[in-house]
RNA sequence: AGGGGCGUAGCCAAGCGGUAAGGCAACGGGUUUUGAUCCCGUGAUGCGCAGGUUCGAAUCCUGCCGCCCCUGCCA
């Protein structure tokens, strides 16, 4: 994963630089540590691409790291999908595949030597008073009554934390700093807790648990983390890492680094509310094609390069912004443009019957794969005297600058014939059934000799062997800009953010395309296989629409 | 008694004392058998505001203003 494009300069690139070329390190070693207790999403795929191209610019290398430190909120059912998520994305973590929870032995061990040091203590103090002794944002905080305990009387209440004799909350260990401090992080934080909660990897062999400003930053350290990638909100716990690992006896001497996170216009972007709209079942699940999940936009057919693409020209500061929605739909229109192939597919078909196309005759037409790739070929369509055109490329009453089908109007058939309509048939309702056209035998994929021009080209597909499909197609879950900014996403959710379509009439070769695969609808859009498709049963989700200014221009 | 961050175009963002890159969006125009693609063109006399230092300031100094994060035994 080398090849990517050629990434902006920014702060985090600068720092490593320099300490490369100052000799503050000799090689680079990031990790990407999610915790097994939700999907990755377009989030998290910042983090992901931030921490596995460093690592590869500069030669180094990026770790997976699960940190698992919480088994009451973390399921394996989590580490799986992550792993896959990251391997689709494009990255390769090598033999470097880590879990905080490797380390608890060494972490316990560790708290020892900080008891040992006198710099930590086992307190007594309910969860509600230890709160209440912490002060507010204003007020300094009161030191714990505990906190003067004898080294010999912590070390012995920290074993039988261990060993289980005391209930959930009924200690912490907590590490002795300043219960004055302005960063709160410093005023005495929990580094143990007990939790009776079987671990999903180390079962019931643990009765305490490392909090995370206990089990990260020594986790980095045992990894020989050089830079350690997070985001702002840790920055207040920058101090408290660097205390922890100036105390303890760790192997490496780690760095920490905030970034800003991710926001994206139209789009939710955290657990909690990703979790919501999973919970309260107003999306199918995390792979809902509407989701920001890496599984949800891989289904509907987001490539991992688009992605890549638009996450390395975002940049990386500690500016918190929003990044429209646009910005992102550019990369993947990007990205499909050069490599997704063509074909012809019509969505809310109208019958088409040439008059004078001899009826049974037929014949096949050559139609390119992909303009924008030599390489893709052509492939063969069949055209004959009943086909099927878009309603919507057809109106009775046209506006001006409709360059369609119409009353006596006449268009090109992509790669095949111009066709003039003559009549419209019509059911007792007035609804358009069918059309009356006639075709020029002498424009064959070329201009009639008389010169005449059409403004133009419409698909089609031929009545003899068209096949039929489903198509769904997306709009942005939110048509809110900053959804969930007051009250429930889930009550927030575009009810035209999803449109099943029936009945569709696609070109053959459609029913041959697997799942992975991008194709371009020509004049709709990009789409691809929904997992859902079935031989007998075709299903296509429409990963995004070609850019439109007709539509736009007809609002005006 | 508070602590930590951030302010450059509608959005993202370069810039690191020498006279405001780039991308997205938007808007014009051209090409086109996808109203797509592609190509060309248009935007900050000004960088949150006010002072100061300097021949010269988005960059340095001072003071304001605005926004975000922090009082889980979550991460």
Same mark, same amino acid.
């Given at each position: 994963?080398?090849?990517?494009?050629?990434?902006?300069?920014?702060?985090?690139?600068?720092?490593?630089?320099?300490?490369?070329?100052?000799?503050?390190?000799?090689?680079?070693?990031?990790?990407?540590?999610?915790?097994?207790?939700?999907?990755?999403?377009?989030?998290? @795929?910042? @983090?992901?691409?931030?921490?596995?191209?460093?690592?590869?610019?500069?030669?180094?290398?990026?770790?997976?790291?699960?940190?698992?430190?919480?088994?009451?909120?973390?399921?394996?059912?989590?580490?799986? !999908?992550?792993?896959?998520?990251?391997?689709?994305?494009?990255?390769?973590?090598?033999?470097?595949?880590?879990?905080?929870?490797?380390?608890?032995?060494?972490?316990?061990?560790?708290?020892?030597?900080?008891?040992?040091?006198?710099?930590?203590?086992?307190?007594?103090?309910?969860?509600?008073?230890?709160?209440?002794?912490?002060?507010?944002?204003?007020?300094?905080?009161?030191?714990?009554?505990?906190?003067?305990?004898?080294?010999?009387?912590?070390?012995?209440?920290?074993?039988?934390?261990?060993?289980?004799?005391?209930?959930?909350?009924?200690?912490?260990?907590?590490?002795?700093?300043?219960?004055?401090?302005?960063?709160?992080?410093?005023?005495?934080?929990?580094?143990?807790?007990?939790?009776?909660?079987?671990?999903?990897?180390?079962?019931?062999?643990?009765?305490?648990?490392?909090?995370?400003?206990?089990?990260?930053?020594?986790?980095?350290?045992?990894?020989?983390?050089?830079?350690?990638?997070?985001?702002?909100?840790?920055?207040?716990?920058?101090?408290?890492?660097?205390?922890?690992?100036?105390?303890?006896?760790?192997?490496?001497?780690?760095?920490?680094?905030?970034?800003?996170?991710?926001?994206?216009?139209?789009?939710?972007?955290?657990?909690?509310?990703?979790?919501?709209?999973?919970?309260?079942?107003?999306?199918?699940?995390?792979?809902?094609?509407?989701?920001?999940?890496?599984?949800?936009?891989?289904?509907?057919?987001?490539?991992?390069? /688009?992605?890549?693409?638009?996450?390395?020209?975002?940049?990386?500061?500690?500016?918190?912004?929003?990044?429209?929605?646009? @910005?992102?739909?550019?990369?993947?229109?990007?990205?499909?443009?050069?490599? /997704?192939?063509?074909?012809? /597919?019509?969505?809310?078909?109208?019958?088409?019957?040439?008059?004078?196309?001899?009826?049974?005759?037929?014949?096949?037409?050559? /139609?390119?794969?992909?303009?924008?790739?030599?390489?893709?070929?052509?492939?063969?369509?069949?055209?004959?005297?009943?086909?099927?055109?878009?309603?919507?490329?057809?109106?009775?009453?046209?506006?001006?600058?409709?360059?369609?089908?119409?009353?006596?109007?006449?268009?090109?058939?992509?790669?095949?014939?111009?066709?003039?309509?003559?009549?419209?048939?019509?059911?007792?309702?007035?609804?358009?059934?069918?059309?009356?056209?006639?075709?020029?035998?002498?424009?064959?994929? !070329?201009?009639?000799?008389?010169?005449?021009?059409?403004?133009?080209?419409?698909?089609?597909?031929?009545?003899?062997?068209?096949?039929? !499909?489903?198509?769904?197609?997306?709009?942005?879950?939110?048509?809110?800009?900053?959804?969930?900014?007051?009250?429930?996403?889930?009550?927030?959710?575009?009810?035209?953010?999803?449109?099943?379509?029936?009945?569709?009439?696609?070109?053959?070769?459609?029913?041959?395309?697997?799942?992975?695969?991008?194709?371009?609808?020509?004049?709709?859009?990009?789409?691809?296989?929904?997992?859902?498709?079935?031989?007998?049963?075709?299903?296509?989700?429409?990963?995004? @629409?070609?850019?439109?200014?007709?539509?736009?221009?007809?609002?005006?």
């Amino acid at each position: 994963m080398n090849q990517e494009d050629p990434l902006p300069t920014n702060f985090i690139m600068e720092q490593v630089r320099s300490d490369l070329d100052k000799g503050k390190t000799a090689t680079v070693v990031t990790r990407f540590p999610p915790e097994p207790n939700g999907y990755l999403h377009l989030g998290h @795929a910042k @983090a992901i691409c931030l921490n596995f191209s460093l690592a590869s610019q500069f030669n180094g290398r990026c770790h997976l790291r699960l940190d698992d430190t919480n088994p009451s909120k973390e399921d394996k059912q989590y580490i799986d !999908a992550i792993k896959r998520d990251v391997k689709w994305l494009g990255y390769d973590w090598g033999d470097h595949l880590y879990y905080a929870s490797d380390n608890f032995d060494q972490l316990y061990q560790m708290a020892l030597s900080l008891i040992e040091a006198g710099y930590a203590y086992v307190d007594d103090l309910s969860a509600e008073e230890i709160r209440e002794y912490r002060g507010s944002l204003t007020a300094p905080g009161r030191e714990s009554p505990s906190r003067n305990r004898t080294r010999e009387e912590n070390i012995l209440l920290f074993e039988r934390m261990k060993n289980g004799k005391f209930a959930d909350g009924e200690k912490v260990l907590r590490a002795k700093i300043d219960m004055s401090s302005g960063n709160i992080n410093l005023r005495d934080p929990v580094l143990f807790r007990i939790l009776r909660t079987p671990h999903p990897r180390t079962g019931t062999l643990w009765k305490i648990y490392p909090t995370y400003d206990f089990a990260h930053g020594q986790s980095d350290a045992i990894e020989h983390v050089t830079h350690s990638l997070c985001t702002l909100e840790f920055e207040d716990h920058r101090p408290l890492y660097d205390w922890l690992l100036e105390k303890l006896p760790v192997p490496s001497r780690p760095r920490q680094f905030e970034f800003a996170r991710l926001n994206m216009s139209h789009t939710v972007l955290s657990k909690r509310n990703l979790m919501r709209l999973v919970d309260t079942g107003r999306v199918t699940g995390w792979d809902d094609p509407r989701m920001p999940t890496l599984s949800g936009l891989r289904r509907r057919g987001v490539p991992p390069e /688009a992605i890549r693409n638009f996450i390395s020209k975002l940049s990386v500061s500690k500016r918190e912004g929003v990044v429209e929605l646009a @910005a992102f739909e550019f990369e993947i229109r990007e990205y499909l443009n050069q490599h /997704a192939e063509r074909r012809l /597919a019509v969505l809310k078909p109208l019958k088409v019957t040439i008059e004078n196309y001899p009826p049974g005759k037929s014949e096949q037409v050559t /139609a390119s794969n992909n303009p924008k790739d030599e390489n893709a070929g052509t492939r063969l369509l069949t055209f004959s005297r009943e086909i099927y055109i878009e309603r919507d490329d057809f109106m009775e009453d046209p506006p001006k600058k409709f360059f369609r089908l119409g009353p006596g109007r006449e268009v090109r058939l992509r790669f095949s014939y111009y066709l003039k309509c003559k009549e419209i048939v019509k059911d007792q309702l007035g609804n358009v059934t069918e059309l009356r056209c006639s075709y020029d035998p002498e424009t064959k994929g !070329a201009p009639p000799p008389d010169g005449r021009k059409v403004k133009g080209v419409i698909h089609w597909v031929s009545a003899l062997d068209a096949v039929e !499909a489903e198509v769904r197609l997306y709009n942005p879950l939110f048509s809110d800009e900053a959804p969930g900014k007051e009250g429930n996403v889930e009550d927030q959710i575009d009810i035209e953010s999803l449109k099943v379509i029936n009945g569709c009439k696609i070109e053959p070769s459609l029913a041959n395309v697997t799942v992975g695969n991008a194709i371009q609808f020509e004049r709709n859009g990009y789409f691809c296989v929904d997992n859902d498709s079935r031989p007998e049963r075709l299903v296509f989700n429409r990963t995004i @629409a070609l850019r439109d200014s007709w539509t736009k221009a007809k609002a005006d």
